[in-house]
């Protein structure tokens, strides 16, 4: 057996070096999206997320939707038709920045978009969808309710009949870009069971003050949408599909780019503890250099590289046409339960300034909080997984 002599360097922060499996293509999209954080998003955030307000939205949506990051996945309409793998690293470097801007587009693509793109008609399609690639148009998706989150099946929202009209009574709750978005997509019950709905947000009765005081995804817009009356033609409705077919559809889009952006958010608390204890001088040398802080990294990196290789297996598969919702649900479990692990060791590492927003860590920390629970929250996924495995459904 012959002994490598040419090997290629070690990364710090690609130990495993899952850069080799991907594409130059790929490669090339996770630069684009990297430089435009850079140079768009990454001086700004930290303040933007001290002021709790995420300025000139529809300035970012455009520049967002300019590289083809609006709908990106998607086929056809004005949108990018990139691959799931591609769309998944798009993710991966927006959470890097920040999980709010990351939470703006995957709305608008994987939620918004989607559920138009999937479910809509073609009247619908042409409407909406080449406004929304280009960021010319703000999408919000309505499914939570104030009393209603896990079980969406019990939603209180309500679209009855009244001649050929429709007319919509119900909250939604906790609704990324609701205050701004031009088109909402609503979910409500019908006595046909749970349709959806596009509704243009001017439409008399419609509302969607923003939420204020959160102490996570502060670079983001949250609201509530209020439907008091709301009156859409027939046209409105989705036409053929009934159920939870329809929302959960969406949600298992959307949870998927979390599977990625997750891991944006652990690399860039990972990169910061790295560099941070590179330089931190502790009795006469750096605080990299003793046990315990080498252990942290290497555990924060360990945990960092099997989450990525989760993602890009799963975005495999989805690119194949072969995942599976619960495979979707082991990925999101894992990845956001680990990358708020790896945020809160990074912490440590920082000491005193950890907490402060020089730095990302607290920031990431807090964000992931949200991500915890919104998409499914650990209990759901952990049920949804339990339930693939033994055949009952324990959450019943």
């Not at 005081?213 to 008091?228: F, I, P, Y």
């Not at 920390?365 to 759901?380: D, H, I, P, R």
Request: aromatic content about 6%; charged content about 20%; overall charge negative.
């Amino acid at each position: 057996m012959s002994t490598p002599t040419n090997l290629p360097p070690f990364a710090p922060l690609d130990p495993a070096g899952i850069d080799d499996l991907l594409t130059e293509d790929e490669r090339a999209v996770r630069a684009t999206v990297r430089q435009l954080c850079a140079d768009r998003i990454d001086p700004y955030v930290a303040d933007w997320f001290e002021q709790g307000h995420l300025p000139d939205v529809r300035g970012l949506a455009k520049e967002l939707g300019s590289i083809g990051l609006l709908g990106m996945h998607l086929e056809g309409y004005g949108c990018a038709g990139m691959s799931a793998t591609h769309y998944g690293l798009a993710c991966l470097e927006l959470e890097a920045t920040d999980s709010g801007i990351r939470s703006l587009v995957s709305v608008q693509g994987s939620l918004a978009m989607f559920a138009i793109w999937r479910w809509g008609s073609e009247e619908h399609k042409t409407e909406w969808l080449p406004r929304m690639a280009a960021g010319d148009a703000i999408g919000c998706f309505g499914l939570t309710e104030p009393d209603v989150g896990s079980d969406p099946g019990n939603m209180r929202t309500r679209a009855r009949r009244d001649g050929s009209d429709w007319v919509l009574d119900g909250r939604k709750m906790w609704i990324t870009n609701g205050t701004v978005a031009d088109v909402a997509v609503v979910w409500a019950q019908t006595d046909e069971g749970v349709r959806g709905f596009v509704v243009p947000t001017t439409t008399p009765g419609f509302s969607a003050p923003e939420i204020k005081h959160k102490q996570s995804l502060r670079a983001s817009v949250t609201s509530e949408l209020v439907l008091d009356g709301v009156r859409l033609p027939e046209s409105a409705a989705f036409p053929e599909v009934r159920g939870l077919k329809g929302p959960l559809s969406c949600l298992n889009e959307a949870r998927y780019g979390i599977v990625w952006g997750a891991m944006g958010a652990a690399r860039s608390s990972l990169e910061a503890a790295l560099d941070y204890a590179n330089q931190r001088i502790q009795f006469g040398k750096p605080i990299s250099a003793f046990q315990l802080t080498q252990q942290k990294l290497v555990d924060m990196n360990l945990e960092y590289t099997k989450g990525l290789l989760l993602a890009l297996h799963l975005g495999r598969r989805k690119d194949a046409s072969t995942l599976r919702p619960e495979q979707v649900s082991l990925g999101k479990l894992n990845n956001v339960r680990e990358a708020l692990e790896i945020c809160r060791t990074a912490r440590t590492v920082l000491g005193a300034n950890g907490i402060s927003l020089e730095y990302p860590v607290i920031r990431h920390a807090n964000n992931l909080e949200s991500v915890l629970t919104y998409e499914g929250t650990v209990e759901m996924h952990t049920l949804v997984v339990g339930q693939a495995m033994t055949g009952h459904p324990a959450f019943r």
